[in-house]
């Protein structure tokens, strides 16, 4: 019995303490995963960074550990996909400071999250200005044809259903937003690879929005890799999509679409804490299909 009184504190203390450790290392030091996406329409390789759901959060004096960690991998492009400031932030100066780090080191192109449309609506500030300012390509139902090497890349960013809100969440023109389908018509109309910032993966994951748009690789984050990842279960929450969550992080395929999801860098402190979730930047090495299958890793 005595054992007993003395392993259970015992036990209890190392739970706790791990417990804390997986929080703490969840806000601290980020990490680069690397995954390699095999699509059609790349001729010669590119690589991608991605950074999304930064939520106001800094690593480092300006976020000098993302650039640094992004500088590292040496970028053709750099993507933002979103939530990288928070709806009731006071001002975009650190996302600002941020872009215009990173504008040093590759072109940086910047899509809404549910958070920059909160922080439009509140009228802050001129998000878009200030972003265009520091050196970001903002997309919002918009593209850019580029060439990468010898890929041509069109990449746009769009962050509304690619359905309608429907019983059946079909994607029938009569029923969707005009200006997202017309978008989305025009936007799978040519030959380049065709990249889509979609911030949240439920966009293109649910309905019949991944069998009916022409969209090479659909890139997303919103769900901070399920927040709190438990062993062996996974991620555990995800949006739209519930509890455990099928899309979470990493590279998926849902029927003609590729997916790649990161897990995303912050959250909103004030809601349940990260765990055992590593802040992320996320690499995505692009190669033409003949070369290697969708594969993942660190």
Not at 268 to 279: C, D, G, S
């Amino acid at each position: 019995m005595k054992k007993i009184r003395f392993v259970l504190p015992l036990l209890f203390l190392l739970l706790a303490v791990r417990g804390s450790w997986e929080v703490w290392r969840s806000y601290h030091n980020p990490v680069v995963n690397r995954f390699t996406v095999a699509l059609d329409g790349v001729t010669s390789p590119v690589r991608l960074a991605v950074l999304s759901d930064l939520h106001d959060m800094t690593y480092g004096e300006a976020n000098s550990q993302l650039t640094d960690l992004v500088a590292g991998a040496a970028p053709d492009l750099i993507l933002l996909d979103g939530d990288m400031l928070n709806g009731y932030s006071d001002g975009s100066g650190r996302v600002c400071a941020l872009v215009e780090e990173l504008s040093a080191v590759a072109p940086v192109y910047y899509a809404w999250g549910n958070h920059e449309l909160m922080y439009l609506e509140a009228g802050t500030s001129a998000l878009r200005a200030e972003l265009e300012a520091a050196g970001a390509v903002v997309l919002e139902k918009e593209y850019v044809d580029l060439t990468v090497g010898e890929t041509h890349v069109r990449l746009g960013g769009l962050y509304e259903y690619a359905f309608a809100l429907d019983a059946k969440n079909s994607c029938d023109p009569d029923r969707m937003d005009p200006a997202v389908y017309g978008f989305l018509t025009e936007f799978q109309d040519t030959d380049a690879c065709k990249i889509l910032l979609s911030h949240r993966p439920d966009s293109f994951i649910f309905g019949a929005a991944s069998v009916t748009w022409d969209v090479d690789l659909v890139i997303s984050g919103h769900n901070h890799g399920g927040q709190v990842v438990l062993p062996f279960l996974g991620g555990l929450y995800g949006g739209d999509q519930g509890f455990f969550p099928q899309y979470i992080h990493g590279i998926y395929k849902k029927d003609t679409i590729t997916l790649a999801i990161t897990s995303g860098l912050g959250t909103q402190l004030e809601r349940l804490p990260r765990f055992r979730n590593p802040p992320e930047v996320m690499i995505l090495e692009l190669c033409a299909q003949a070369d290697s299958p969708a594969t993942g890793g660190t």
